[in-house]
């Protein structure tokens, strides 16, 4: 009947297909293995597997999974099945499939679901067919509608500010979209970035504007690259955005991998790609230039004042007019939220979390995760990934801490950009300040594995500072930066104190275990870092940490002062539809340190809509956003 003849059209989408660690491929990690067709073959109730097409399958995601309650380890796959190939090539199969029941969770039929490209050629096919632009539908956006491309009357000049990966998305869409546009960056281009970076590391030269936070890709550069966004992961606008980075280099794994992630050594070669892309298209764009004002008339951006951050001899500064103006500066620029404030903008301050870095050795947290499955890890060259973890714990009982924790109850703490087989680095933007992150090359073969573990933290901390109004949140971060920096002693010491002291509230001086940080680490009582809800969050959370991974607190595992930068501490409130800043026209703030993402993925997206948007409001195309 008509709905049986409905299953010979379009995809079904098989969830759930565990292959054993054993049968799966390895390195071909887009290949139909045996033990992947008996799955497929099994959901179908298809007796011979070896007769079905793999040419009919593709993989859409794939994971590893070492839960410590399956018998065993597992590659666990979603797969989509076309199922016109499928029948011209095995008819046989029409007879299983007819009989398919949809499982809720197992399989799924997939109605009209289009494949996306990569953004540029999205975009082209917008242009050349004129229909398919983004559409936000229930949180998730997909590609269809109408397109009617208008010819603008004149180009628009559009200034985005910031290389992050929020200003480099919204320059893609808005150069694609024939706009004329600078994008502007205070640090330098990778190649010299990398160099500055080496000079930090090596001579402990800190250069203000060229660093782990400043200069081309933004903060994303110098970092673990791990994709992971909680913002959808098969929704259009991720799918096109993780395309695009394929298109500039990155490896097609990321595409379906449970947990994709790039490493600093993939990113940097993408980025230099990505930079040609945009140069072709006619992009202009200034590194080692900062912009320091906004030239604003009634109430309307009207352009940028900047000035040449590189040139330490010359500050001269100058004024550069546009249409519109992208702010994507990420949440370190506080130079920044310090000017819009001096222009009367709206700034609001904004929830965050606060805490130390802990960093274990690779092996341990191996261990913990995979038995005597750790020893197959290899260094990221087997088939079994280098172990993370994330956990996380709310804590909601005041009376039960005691009078001591008032400020403890209806806080959660938890593990943040945690980095396998990486190390922990340097994010200052001032040497009177110490914040650290992490990073990792895309092999994850160092020795060691660094996780932040933060507590969340709101308006109420700020003030029992007596931190108050739209930065209250930037003052709050400074001083715990401050206070890092000075129990290190300077020169970019990183306070330290092992778990199980921290736990005790000692210091033994003497048994300091060896750290990934490349500048020198100090023990010191952390204690005196945070308030004591914050220290009591900590403490409780690491001892619940330990129950699910029994040895996460343990004398190798070294706590690291601080981890202030998770998210912003600030939101520029802007339209929902239009992007623009809801105090100043023409001014449109995106990405992290507007306060709409948390992660290269998320800024990603967030640049690529609001690149959308400007289009739109410059007549470069009219569809549906
Ligand atoms: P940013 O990436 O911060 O980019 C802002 C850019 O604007 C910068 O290049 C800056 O130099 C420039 N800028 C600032 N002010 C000015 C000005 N006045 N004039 C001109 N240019 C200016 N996220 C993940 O998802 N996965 C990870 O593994 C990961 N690891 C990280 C590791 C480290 C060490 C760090 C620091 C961050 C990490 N993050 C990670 C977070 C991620 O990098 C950010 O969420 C993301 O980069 C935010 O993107 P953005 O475009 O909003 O801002």
Same mark, same amino acid.
Request: charged share 25%; proline share 4%; with cysteine.
């Given at each position: 009947d008509?709905?049986?003849?409905?299953?010979?059209e379009?995809?079904?989408?098989?969830?759930?297909?565990?292959?054993?660690?054993?049968?799966?491929?390895?390195?071909?990690?887009?290949?139909?293995s045996?033990?992947?067709?008996?799955?497929?073959?099994?959901?179908?109730?298809?007796?011979?597997?070896?007769?079905?097409?793999?040419?009919?399958?593709?993989?859409?995601?794939?994971s590893?999974?070492?839960?410590?309650?399956?018998?065993?380890?597992?590659?666990?796959h979603?797969?989509?099945?076309d199922?016109?190939?499928?029948?011209?090539?095995?008819?046989?199969?029409?007879?299983?499939?007819?009989?398919?029941?949809?499982k809720?969770?197992?399989?799924?039929?997939?109605?009209?679901?289009?494949?996306?490209?990569d953004?540029?050629?999205?975009?082209?096919?917008?242009?050349?067919?004129?229909e398919?632009?983004v559409?936000?539908?229930?949180?998730?956006?997909?590609?269809?509608?109408?397109?009617?491309?208008i010819?603008?009357?004149?180009?628009?000049?559009?200034?985005?500010?910031?290389?992050?990966?929020?200003?480099?998305?919204?320059?893609?869409?808005?150069?694609?979209?024939?706009a004329?546009?600078?994008?502007?960056?205070?640090?330098?281009?990778?190649?010299?970035?990398?160099?500055?970076?080496?000079?930090?590391v090596?001579r402990?030269?800190?250069?203000?504007?060229?660093?782990?936070?400043?200069?081309?890709?933004?903060?994303?550069?110098?970092?673990?690259?791990?994709?992971?966004?909680?913002?959808?992961?098969?929704?259009?606008?991720?799918?096109?955005?993780?395309?695009?980075?394929?298109?500039?280099?990155?490896?097609?794994?990321?595409?379906?991998?449970?947990?994709?992630?790039?490493?600093?050594?993939?990113?940097?070669?993408?980025?230099?790609?990505?930079?040609?892309?945009?140069?072709?298209?006619g992009?202009?764009?200034?590194?080692?230039?900062r912009?320091?004002?906004?030239?604003?008339?009634?109430?309307?951006?009207?352009?940028v004042?900047?000035?040449?951050?590189?040139?330490?001899?010359?500050?001269?500064?100058?004024?550069?007019?546009?249409?519109a103006?992208?702010l994507?500066?990420?949440?370190?620029?506080?130079?920044i939220?310090?000017?819009?404030l001096?222009?009367?903008?709206v700034?609001?301050?904004?929830?965050?979390?606060?805490?130390?870095?802990?960093?274990?050795?690779?092996e341990? #947290? @191996?261990?913990?995760?995979? %038995?005597?499955? !750790? &020893?197959?890890?290899?260094?990221?060259?087997?088939? $079994?990934? /280098?172990?993370?973890?994330?956990?996380?714990?709310?804590?909601?009982?005041?009376?039960?801490?005691?009078?001591?924790?008032?400020g403890?109850a209806?806080?959660?703490?938890?593990?943040?950009?945690?980095?396998?087989?990486?190390?922990?680095?340097l994010?200052?933007?001032?040497?009177?300040?110490?914040? #650290? @992150?992490?990073?990792?090359? %895309?092999?994850? !073969? &160092?020795?060691?594995?660094?996780a932040?573990?933060? $507590?969340? /933290?709101s308006?109420k901390?700020?003030?029992?500072?007596?931190?108050h109004?739209?930065?209250?949140g930037?003052?709050?971060?400074?001083?715990?930066?401050?206070?890092?920096?000075?129990?290190?002693?300077?020169n970019?010491t990183?306070p330290?104190?092992?778990?199980t002291?921290?736990?005790?509230?000692?210091?033994?001086?003497?048994?300091?275990?060896?750290?990934?940080?490349?500048?020198?680490?100090?023990?010191?009582?952390?204690?005196?870092l945070?308030p004591?809800?914050?220290?009591?969050?900590?403490?409780h959370?690491?001892?619940?940490?330990?129950?699910e991974l029994?040895?996460?607190?343990?004398?190798?595992?070294?706590?690291?002062?601080?981890?202030?930068?998770?998210?912003?501490?600030?939101?520029?409130?802007?339209?929902?539809?239009?992007?623009?800043?809801?105090?100043?026209k023409?001014?449109?703030p995106?990405?992290?340190?507007?306060?709409?993402?948390?992660?290269?993925?998320?800024?990603?997206?967030?640049?690529m809509?609001?690149?959308?948007?400007?289009?739109?409001?410059?007549?470069?195309?009219?569809?549906?956003?």
């Amino acid at each position: 009947d008509s709905k049986d003849k409905d299953k010979f059209e379009g995809t079904w989408r098989l969830f759930k297909l565990a292959v054993p660690l054993d049968q799966d491929p390895g390195k071909d990690f887009l290949v139909i293995s045996d033990g992947l067709l008996q799955e497929i073959a099994k959901v179908l109730k298809f007796p011979v597997a070896s007769l079905l097409p793999r040419e009919a399958f593709t993989i859409v995601r794939k994971s590893f999974d070492a839960r410590k309650k399956l018998k065993e380890p597992k590659f666990v796959h979603t797969v989509d099945m076309d199922v016109k190939k499928l029948l011209s090539l095995e008819p046989r199969t029409w007879d299983f499939i007819s009989r398919l029941e949809l499982k809720v969770g197992l399989v799924e039929h997939l109605h009209d679901r289009r494949d996306f490209g990569d953004l540029t050629s999205i975009i082209r096919d917008c242009k050349e067919t004129k229909e398919s632009v983004v559409k936000v539908e229930n949180g998730r956006s997909i590609f269809s509608g109408e397109l009617h491309k208008i010819q603008a009357a004149r180009k628009p000049k559009i200034a985005v500010v910031g290389s992050g990966p929020s200003g480099l998305f919204a320059s893609l869409v808005l150069a694609e979209f024939g706009a004329d546009v600078t994008l502007i960056e205070r640090g330098q281009a990778v190649e010299t970035r990398g160099r500055d970076i080496g000079a930090l590391v090596v001579r402990r030269i800190l250069e203000l504007e060229s660093n782990f936070c400043f200069g081309e890709g933004g903060a994303g550069t110098w970092s673990d690259g791990k994709l992971v966004t909680r913002i959808g992961r098969n929704s259009g606008s991720v799918l096109a955005v993780m395309k695009s980075l394929v298109q500039f280099g990155a490896p097609k794994q990321i595409l379906i991998d449970g947990k994709p992630h790039l490493g600093t050594d993939r990113l940097v070669p993408l980025l230099r790609n990505f930079r040609r892309h945009l140069q072709d298209l006619g992009v202009t764009i200034k590194f080692g230039t900062r912009v320091d004002d906004l030239l604003i008339k009634d109430g309307h951006v009207l352009g940028v004042t900047v000035s040449e951050s590189s040139d330490k001899l010359r500050s001269s500064s100058q004024n550069m007019e546009y249409d519109a103006v992208i702010l994507a500066v990420g949440h370190s620029a506080r130079d920044i939220y310090q000017m819009l404030l001096s222009h009367d903008l709206v700034l609001v301050p904004k929830d965050f979390a606060v805490g130390l870095r802990i960093e274990h050795p690779q092996e341990l #947290i @191996n261990s913990l995760q995979y %038995s005597e499955l !750790a &020893s197959e890890v290899c260094r990221g060259r087997g088939k $079994v990934p /280098v172990a993370d973890y994330k956990v996380t714990n709310y804590i909601d009982k005041e009376e039960f801490y005691g009078s001591s924790s008032s400020g403890l109850a209806n806080r959660s703490c938890y593990s943040f950009c945690m980095c396998p087989g990486g190390q922990v680095v340097l994010t200052s933007t001032n040497p009177s300040e110490m914040c #650290i @992150n992490g990073m990792s090359f %895309s092999r994850r !073969a &160092s020795r060691w594995a660094n996780a932040a573990l933060v $507590v969340t /933290v709101s308006k109420k901390d700020f003030e029992a500072f007596n931190y108050h109004g739209p930065l209250a949140g930037v003052e709050f971060q400074r001083e715990f930066e401050r206070r890092a920096a000075m129990m290190g002693g300077g020169n970019f010491t990183v306070p330290v104190q092992t778990a199980t002291d921290f736990l005790e509230n000692k210091l033994s001086v003497t048994s300091v275990p060896p750290s990934s940080y490349r500048l020198g680490v100090k023990a010191a009582n952390l204690h005196q870092l945070f308030p004591i809800h914050i220290i009591e969050a900590l403490q409780h959370s690491l001892v619940t940490f330990d129950k699910e991974l029994p040895g996460f607190i343990c004398n190798d595992a070294l706590l690291h002062g601080v981890e202030t930068r998770t998210s912003s501490p600030v939101q520029i409130p802007r339209d929902v539809d239009s992007y623009e800043s809801t105090s100043l026209k023409g001014l449109y703030p995106v990405g992290e340190g507007a306060g709409y993402a948390g992660g290269i993925i998320s800024a990603a997206v967030d640049g690529m809509h609001a690149g959308f948007a400007v289009a739109k409001r410059f007549n470069l195309f009219n569809g549906d956003l």
